[in-house]
């Protein structure tokens, strides 16, 4: 009897040790719970800022296109602009210039 | 007594309420199992499907079009280039009111509002409104909210010369593939390669680049030079248009190669069309009547005969060939000159173009040795050019020669060329005997200039010294011949006047309907351009003399101009 009171004794002790172990626990958890949520909320920040980070890549796509359009379409003006016909035109029509007439050319020979 | 409480209380603990638990633990124990069956079966089982499902909820899979490369004249100056537009496009089933939407689309400046309603009772699934619009109007448009009426990203090829070298180019279809003349040749080099991306939907229906997520850029097309130069053929086309006015022809065309390595510099026709213009006139228009026509080339033809003759050493230059009478008889029918004439040599019958003293000479030569020069000119054959629908001209063989057709191909009519096969003929002289292949493609790629290119040899036609005498000829005949007003103070010019008499539908030749050429080549001694000129046609005084000559010169005369001529022209002069 003594012995069995004895060897209970014993176990109380180390649940006693185990619960005093545990009053420790919560505050650890706590700590545990703050690391998981930071990490959490880390993964879920860098998710949100790929996301952003991917919306502005395709608007920037998107800019980078149209100034590409832009460039086209100002090189397809110059086309038109300095094409010979236009020029000429103009060279007639606002500045009164001409080819010059056979008559007006002097060949030079080189002896 | 208190410790055995205290024990009592221990073993509660350690064997809790047995049935009651047991139960519950397999309760949860067959739920955990059932959850994880269910687990399983749609992790396992169903896995592959509903993960597809996600994925195309927010993946979307969305092709990518390439730019179709741009094409750029031997100078680098553009001549086709495409860009993205917005346009605006109409389901005509989804709408309900048509009449008020044209109205407000005509409203906007979208066109008439008949011509949009016309388009929206259309019974198609999708019709174009207007394509190319502005930002300011696609705002407004989308500011309207028609159901039934949307803006779509579409690509368009544009030609910012507009008309200019218009039969070459030729034009692409709706979807960009090319359906006429370069863009047709060529679309395989100029329309690139499809390609895609896996694109994520976003919360409101937008769709964005994920880097994650695996793409194939589209491969655009390549950038093509063609051998053209833009100054000279708008030069060429501006004159063309001028002389098919004044003398109210039917049309004509102009050729302007460089002999020396083969590249075609212009290539203009009259009439042409602008590829810029949706309908873009009749189908008869778009053809590039340099390479696809045949004509009977008359006179410019005898270069031929006289080729054929000084080669087989059947005919000196001061010797006489013609008794003055400008007759001739084969098979009974008089061939005759165009007027009396004192007795020629056979330089002074080649400057006045004498269809008796040709006849003569060709009779000299013989029926198969003028056939096998015509043919290794190039006559009856394709000159190989990289363009769409080139004939292959007709050459008939000897055998099939009478008399009376063996007189009349002397005069360069019973067969028949493209104005390019009669201009690399040409060449061949001014190239000093070696027949040049064309060329029309001067580089692919990337290069802001492109490389010189290596001529390609077809054959050697006639030997230097026949091409020696053959200048001396040809230049006689712009300076004192039937090519004088061709001539340009300054610059000697070898070429020949011809004027062939257009074949009936009914038979025979027409005394009305002529056709007018010229070509020749500048500076004689070391050719850098030779310049064909046909005018089909022409009314009033329509001779290779008075029309294509002077056409010819006019053109020289503004070719000479160019600063990138000038110092050429010079160098090869002296």
């Not at chain 2, 000897?398 to 008399?403: K, N, V």
Request: net charge positive; glycine share 10%; with cysteine.
């Amino acid at each position: 009897m003594n012995r069995k009171f004895y060897r209970g004794n014993e176990d109380l002790r180390r649940r006693k040790k185990r619960s005093s172990k545990g009053r420790k626990n919560p505050y650890r958890l706590l700590l545990l719970l703050i690391v998981f949520g930071f990490f959490v909320l880390g993964i879920v920040w860098t998710r949100i800022t790929i996301t952003e980070l991917t919306i502005r890549i395709g608007e920037l796509e998107k800019e980078r296109k149209e100034v590409a359009n832009e460039v086209q379409r100002l090189e397809l003006d110059i086309s038109y602009l300095s094409s010979r016909n236009r020029i000429e035109t103009l060279a007639r029509e606002t500045l009164g210039m001409r080819y010059p007439r056979l008559t007006e050319v002097s060949t030079l020979y080189e002896k | 007594m208190k410790n055995d409480r205290y024990q009592l209380r221990i073993d509660k603990t350690q064997f809790p309420s047995p049935i009651r638990q047991r139960v519950v633990g397999w309760f949860c124990f067959l739920l955990w199992l059932l959850l994880l069956s269910r687990l399983a079966y749609i992790q396992v089982v169903r896995g592959s499907a509903y993960g597809t499902e996600a994925e195309n909820q927010h993946r979307v899979k969305v092709p990518l079009f390439p730019e179709r490369g741009k094409i750029l004249d031997r100078n680098g100056r553009l001549l086709a280039g495409s860009l993205e537009v917005n346009s605006i496009y109409a389901l005509p089933s989804q709408l309900r009111d048509k009449e008020k939407v044209a109205q407000k689309l005509a409203a906007l400046g979208l066109g008439h509002s008949k011509k949009i309603l016309s388009l929206l009772q259309r019974r198609k699934s999708f019709v174009w409104i207007r394509r190319d619009v502005e930002k300011e109007k696609i705002l407004q448009v989308r500011e309207l909210g028609f159901e039934g009426i949307g803006i779509a990203k579409d690509r368009r090829r544009y030609y910012p010369r507009g008309k200019l070298a218009g039969n070459l180019l030729g034009f692409v279809g709706e979807d960009e593939v090319g359906l006429e003349g370069v863009e047709y040749e060529y679309d395989d080099l100029l329309k690139g390669e499809m390609g895609w991306a896996i694109l994520q939907r976003g919360a409101r229906g937008g769709l964005y680049p994920f880097p994650e997520y695996p793409d194939m850029p589209p491969r655009p097309g390549k950038k093509i030079f063609l051998t053209i130069d833009a100054d000279i053929q708008s030069i060429c086309e501006e004159n063309l248009e001028k002389y098919v006015e004044r003398f109210h022809a039917k049309g004509g065309s102009i050729l302007c190669l460089n002999p020396k390595t083969g590249e075609l510099l212009a290539m203009a026709n009259s009439p042409g069309y602008d590829p810029n213009r949706n309908g873009r006139g009749a189908p008869g228009v778009w053809r590039n009547r340099i390479i696809t026509d045949l004509f009977e080339p008359g006179s410019t033809f005898k270069v031929v005969i006289d080729a054929a003759a000084v080669e087989k050493e059947v005919v000196e230059l001061e010797e006489r060939v013609d008794d003055g009478s400008g007759v001739i008889v084969v098979s009974g029918r008089k061939i005759r000159d165009p007027k009396k004439h004192g007795p020629y040599t056979f330089q002074q019958a080649v400057e006045r173009s004498s269809n008796a003293a040709s006849v003569r000479i060709a009779h000299r030569v013989g029926k198969r040795d003028i056939y096998l020069f015509a043919r290794n000119f190039g006559f009856g054959t394709r000159t190989g050019i990289n363009l769409p629908g080139e004939a292959n001209g007709v050459l008939p063989l000897p055998e099939e020669w009478s008399s009376i057709r063996f007189a009349n191909i002397a005069l360069g009519h019973g067969l028949s060329g493209t104005v390019l096969q009669l201009s690399m003929a040409f060449g061949a002289i001014a190239n000093d005997g070696v027949l040049l292949e064309p060329r029309i493609l001067l580089a692919v790629g990337n290069a802001d200039r492109p490389p010189e290119v290596e001529p390609r040899v077809v054959r050697r036609v006639i030997s230097l010294e026949t091409t020696k005498v053959m200048k001396i000829l040809l230049s006689g005949v712009v300076e004192r011949g039937t090519g004088r007003l061709a001539s340009l103070p300054g610059l000697r010019i070898a070429g020949k006047t011809g004027t062939a008499q257009k074949v009936l539908e009914s038979g025979g030749y027409s005394n009305d309907r002529l056709i007018t050429s010229f070509v020749g080549f500048f500076p004689v001694e070391n050719p850098i351009l030779l310049i064909a000129c046909i005018v089909d046609e022409p009314k009033g005084n329509p001779w290779g003399a008075t029309v294509p000559a002077p056409l010819f010169r006019e053109i020289t005369q503004k070719i000479v101009h160019l600063s990138s001529y000038q110092p050429l022209l010079l160098a090869r002069m002296k």
